[in-house]
């Protein structure tokens, strides 16, 4: 399943500029997976194909990390 990639900002975060992946129908329930240490989205991503085939999963690189 490919992942939709995203940008986001704004004022409430002030400034800086986060990325995430989407992957599956985003009318589903949705999970979010959060990485730790330094490691990025696309630790996640063997998990995030499997589950996306049933749930809208959002893999979120923490600032500084991936994308």
Sequence with gaps: MTA???RFTGP???GVALHALHRGDPTRQ???L???GAANVHWWEPLAEALATRMHVVALDFRGHGD
Aim: hydrophobic share 35%; no cysteine.
């Design 34 to 36: 959060l990485h730790g």
């Design 12 to 14: 409430e975060l002030e």
């Design 4 to 6: 939709r990639s995203r």
């Design 30 to 32: 949705t999970v979010v």
